[in-house]
């Protein structure tokens, strides 16, 4: 069976990987259907990745649309441990420069609507979600894009809007008001759900714009933001170079017991096609016989 430690997951502009070797490609079907494309694994500085195109080839999903679920069972499925989001966001602070990049450390979510866990139809989970972010494998990222000589800023609070409309000025300024410092459509429920599935998530989120509220710039618009990933998808493909050989082969974070306090519901309680659908995600719970 295809196996993988580490997955990226590609957002705009950032649609294949070079480098690898032993190429396959995978598709897979999940009890939340299909993930957003097929999946490409190859080794990278002998470790096993699995790359992921966020919006499909072609940028065909809607941020409302990606099919989150799916996408994490699937890498979950493969045994991922790691995932690294590469997403375009906007600045909200003018010291986060169009062309910079951002590992972001915390959260705001302004979403509607998107199913955001595995858990529901007979199995309750709350995870603990202080810190949404892997710490380990985010300043993995910092260190790397240090080597790699891209200008990233090191924590900050992204905001991840519904979309896919861009920002009101006014919403802009709200945002600003609440200390947040970036702006996208795509970490969420992504970063939830791959701690409800126990996998270190972080984020490399590469600024395209200045949002809507700084008067002395452009507009934001798709045009500009394209032309912006493209100077900026270079750059995010050396730190994820630059990361890949920094990966710990034991992982020291909480991320990997995640659920070990949030099972709430008792195992022998759950209904057995959830336990089916969700084995990749609980299998060693049901196997240990473990709950709270």
């Keep these: 069976m295809a196996r993988a430690d580490l997955a990226v997951i590609g957002g705009s502009g950032f649609y294949q990987i070079e480098g690898l070797s032993d190429v396959e490609?995978?598709?897979?079907?999940?009890?939340?259907?299909?993930?957003?494309?097929?999946?490409?694994l190859g080794t990278l500085a002998g470790v096993r990745l699995a790359f992921l195109p966020r919006h499909g080839v072609g940028h065909r999903i809607l941020p409302s649309e990606l099919p989150a679920r799916a996408n994490i069972w699937a890498l979950k499925s493969l045994g991922v441990r790691y995932i690294i989001s590469v997403s375009a966001v906007g600045s909200l602070r003018e010291e986060i420069a169009p062309l910079h990049m951002v590992v972001p450390?915390?959260?705001?979510?302004?979403?509607?609507?998107?199913?955001?866990?595995?858990?529901?139809?007979?199995?309750?989970?709350?995870?603990?979600?202080?810190?949404?972010f892997c710490p380990v494998l985010s300043s993995i990222l910092a260190e790397s894009a240090a080597e790699a000589n891209v200008t990233a800023h090191r924590g900050g609070t992204c905001v991840v809007m519904e979309g896919p409309a861009f920002s009101t000025r006014a919403e802009s300024h709200l945002y600003r008001s609440w200390g947040a410092h970036i702006i996208g459509m795509t970490a969420l429920p992504e970063a939830k759900l791959a701690r409800e599935a126990e996998i270190c998530y972080a984020a490399l989120a590469s600024v395209t714009d200045y949002d809507t509220w700084h008067e002395s710039q452009a507009a934001v618009s798709a045009e500009m933001i394209l032309d912006n990933l493209k100077r900026n998808v270079e750059a995010a493909k050396r730190v994820v170079a630059a990361a890949v050989p920094r990966l710990p082969r034991q992982r020291s974070c909480a991320c990997p017991d995640a659920l070990r306090t949030a099972l709430v519901t008792p195992l022998e309680a759950v209904?057995?096609?959830?336990?089916?659908?969700?084995?990749?995600?609980?299998?060693?719970?049901?196997?240990?016989?473990?709950?709270?």
Excluded: N
């Design 271 to 292: 209904p057995e096609e959830v336990k089916r659908d969700l084995a990749p995600i609980i299998g060693r719970y049901l196997r240990e016989g473990s709950t709270t």
């Design 25 to 40: 490609e995978v598709r897979l079907d999940t009890p939340f259907g299909p993930p957003s494309d097929r999946l490409v």
């Design 105 to 132: 450390d915390q959260l705001i979510d302004r979403t509607r609507g998107r199913p955001s866990s595995f858990f529901g139809k007979g199995l309750v989970a709350h995870i603990a979600f202080d810190e949404p």
